[in-house]
């Protein structure tokens, strides 16, 4: 096993930990040595691994003190994902974050009547889909998707066609997770999708851009409790 699985190994062990064990945000977790010990791992890779679950939201280090929970996964979010998948899947955010905010920026100075056209309708079968009982992840993704096309580069759509399988999971849980939660969190996803489509519609690039990147952190911030 290399050491990008290991770390992977390493990663989905440590939320196991958190959820098997209940452990509450602020509860510390087991030292890198104990930790390095139950997986047979080097403390290297254990290392590298908390590295990436702050980087995640999940815990953070303390110096002179250990690591510590500072948000759970929410339980919603195992039914689409098993623990071992969700290093790449939330690690497809790392991609996004500068994907998806330039494809924002350049479909707000490239866009064409026709794109934006697209664009907007895309908005009204998200907002249609999210206010009803009916699955939204579709629509969120098109929605997405028909903002990398506005860019009128094709290698933008490649690169986001790349990551659908984990785009895809990330969608349909946090449609599902912001349902089961108070009705604001639905219209709060509505709203940052709106305040996208708005400054492309403006041909506000750095609007667009930060509106897209603000979205993208809320969303992943959502599949925590």
């Known amino acids: 096993m290399n050491q990008a699985r290991l770390s992977d190994h390493a990663y989905a062990g440590i939320v196991e930990i958190i959820n098997d064990q209940d452990l509450a945000v602020g509860d510390r977790l087991p030292s890198e040595a104990a930790l390095a010990e139950r997986f047979g791992v080097s403390r290297a890779i254990?290392?590298?691994?908390?590295?990436?679950?702050?980087s995640d939201g999940i815990t953070e280090a303390r110096r002179g003190a250990g690591s510590f929970v500072k948000s759970r996964p929410s339980?919603?979010?195992?039914?689409?994902?098993?623990?071992?998948e969700l290093p790449a899947t939330l690690g497809s955010y790392e991609v996004r974050f500068v994907l998806e905010a330039e494809a924002a920026r350049l479909a707000a100075t490239r866009r064409s009547p026709i794109e934006m056209a697209h664009v907007e309708e895309g908005m009204e079968m998200l907002r249609t889909a999210l206010l009803s009982s009916e699955p939204a992840h579709a629509e969120d993704m098109e929605l997405h998707r028909r903002i990398a096309e506005a860019t009128g580069n094709p290698a933008f759509l490649i690169a986001f066609d790349a990551l659908h399988a984990d785009v895809d999971?990330?969608?349909r849980a946090g449609v599902d997770i912001s349902r089961s939660r108070p009705p604001e969190v639905i219209a709060t996803m509505l709203r940052e999708h709106e305040q996208i489509v708005a400054a492309i519609r403006a041909q506000d690039a750095e609007g667009a851009a930060l509106a897209m990147r603000w979205h993208l952190w809320e969303g992943r911030r959502?599949?925590?409790p």
């Open 46 to 54: 254990v290392r590298e691994a908390l590295v990436r679950l702050a």
């Open 75 to 84: 339980q919603r979010l195992a039914a689409f994902m098993p623990a071992t």
């Open 169 to 171: 999971k990330v969608m």
């Open 222 to 224: 959502r599949l925590m």
